[in-house]
């Protein structure tokens, strides 16, 4: 998108007829890019238009904030079930817990992109057809029960991202824009459950205050709110795409280095406390927790990242990727460790597919980002290695939830 700006900005025509198509997209490269610009008279110009338009908050037709809306009320409704029909919560949760939010961002995307019929009706008959797999997956403790409740949540994620771009599977662009939306959805989702909770202790407590206690009836609605809140989040980032476009690098500038200090100062620490996740299984769940998350924040960092961006944080990037190699690397010796002295578990398998993939593709992202440092190359390249990773995280999680109860003997 950045290259298409720079390339049209003495094609006035050309530009407009950009910004018209890729209204979220154009704003968000436009204001990354405009440091290196500002010198030019049309960019001066967009520049004052775009801020302008930053103060109209909830430009969005209505329409939209009320199709959101029905959307929130029929997802809550669907989390309060286990109290409607005496079902038990836990269980509910773990089946179902996927299917209560991520089925209605699909719908969202499908209905403002105006997708054609072909591109979401075999995702809509995947979700029917899911829904009833995990109705009849045997329950109770079975791994392969937990692994796929685990699991499938990620095909789900990865094809709302399939909608989100609008089925332009080959885009690499919008693919990144896909994971820094996710960044900013948990960023706005934290604030309003924020806003939510502050508001929901000064009305109990007002209540309380006149010896009403609306604690029970209140915990009905604190469902719906809880539901609710990533798709208003939604709504607020789609109604104003910069409304989080500075804070994101920002949070990624400042917890990506602490994150790198930090787990230095835990591999370090880890080789004198006798502790380790080979003879410790607890410790190796907590360990492969940490690996994930770590993961997480890598892909945040690099997808909120700017491809103009100085070199020093590119080698932050750097070490911490190398840093979580090495961690990717103790976990997948010590499920392998496992695996050959007491054999294959759903469990293991699972665990040790999933570490050989992020090692990979962290292996990967590594290399571009110390080309990136060393050759100047912009973070772009570095974006494309990672979502390149995509459908195979997609193909694992579908392996392990489909597969593996079977394959297994719903172990």
């Known amino acids: 998108m950045k290259e298409q700006?720079?390339?049209?900005?003495?094609?006035?025509?050309?530009?407009?007829?950009?910004?018209?198509?890729h209204k979220m997209l154009f704003k968000q490269a436009f204001f990354a890019l405009?440091?290196?610009?500002?010198?030019?008279?049309?960019?001066?110009?967009?520049h004052a238009r775009l801020s302008q338009e930053r103060d109209e908050?909830?430009?969005?037709?209505?329409?939209?904030?009320?199709?959101?809306?029905?959307?929130?009320?029929?997802?809550?409704?669907?989390?309060?079930?286990?109290?409607?029909m005496a079902v038990k919560s836990d269980e509910f949760y773990m089946r179902y817990a996927g299917f209560i939010v991520f089925p209605f961002f699909m719908i969202y995307f499908v209905w403002k992109h105006k997708l054609s019929f072909n591109q979401w009706i075999g995702i809509l008959l995947f979700i029917c057809a899911s829904v009833v797999y995990m109705s009849f997956l045997?329950?109770?403790?079975?791994d392969t029960f937990m692994l796929a409740s685990m699991h499938l949540p990620v095909v789900l994620w990865l094809l709302t991202g399939y909608l989100f771009i609008g089925g332009h599977i080959h885009d690499d662009q919008k693919k990144i824009a896909f994971l820094r939306y996710n960044g900013d959805l948990i960023i706005v989702t934290q604030l309003v459950l924020i806003s939510g909770g502050i508001f929901s202790f000064i009305t109990i407590g007002l209540f309380q205050f006149i010896q009403i206690h609306i604690q029970d009836v209140y915990t009905h609605i604190a469902i719906w709110g809880i539901t609710a809140a990533p798709l208003l989040a939604n709504y607020l980032i789609q109604a104003n795409p910069d409304l989080v476009n500075k804070v994101s690098p920002i949070i990624a500038r400042i917890f990506t280095p602490l994150v790198a200090v930090m787990l230095i100062i835990y591999l370090t620490t880890l080789l004198f406390t006798g502790k380790n996740p080979y003879n410790d299984?607890?410790?190796?769940?907590?360990?492969h927790l940490v690996l994930i998350g770590v993961m997480a924040i890598i892909f945040f960092s690099v997808?909120?990242?700017?491809?103009?961006?100085?070199?020093?944080?590119?080698?932050?990037?750097?070490?911490?990727?190398?840093?979580?190699?090495?961690?990717?690397a103790i976990t997948l010796s010590a499920i392998l460790f496992r695996i050959f002295k007491w054999g294959i578990t759903p469990n293991r398998l699972a665990a040790s597919g999933s570490n050989i993939l992020i090692m990979t593709n962290l292996i990967w992202i590594s290399f571009r980002l110390f080309r990136a440092g060393k050759q100047k190359h912009d973070m772009q390249a570095v974006g494309k290695s990672m979502?390149?990773?995509?459908?195979?995280?997609?193909?694992?999680?579908?392996i392990v939830s489909f597969l593996f109860p079977v394959l297994f003997h719903f172990q």
């Not at 299984?281 to 360990?287: T, Y």
Request: hydrophobic share 55%; aromatic share 14%.
């Open 138 to 142: 045997p329950d109770g403790k079975h």
């Open 5 to 21: 700006i720079v390339r049209y900005l003495n094609d006035p025509v050309e530009l407009e007829r950009l910004y018209q198509q």
């Open 34 to 46: 405009y440091p290196e610009v500002a010198g030019h008279p049309v960019a001066q110009c967009w």
């Open 387 to 398: 979502v390149s990773f995509l459908p195979a995280y997609m193909l694992w999680a579908a």
């Open 303 to 328: 997808a909120a990242t700017s491809a103009s961006t100085d070199r020093l944080f590119i080698y932050v990037l750097l070490i911490l990727s190398l840093v979580t190699i090495v961690l990717c």
């Open 281 to 287: 299984r607890e410790f190796l769940i907590l360990f």
């Open 57 to 84: 908050w909830f430009r969005l037709p209505k329409k939209e904030l009320q199709f959101t809306l029905w959307l929130s009320l029929i997802a809550g409704a669907i989390a309060n079930l286990p109290e409607w």
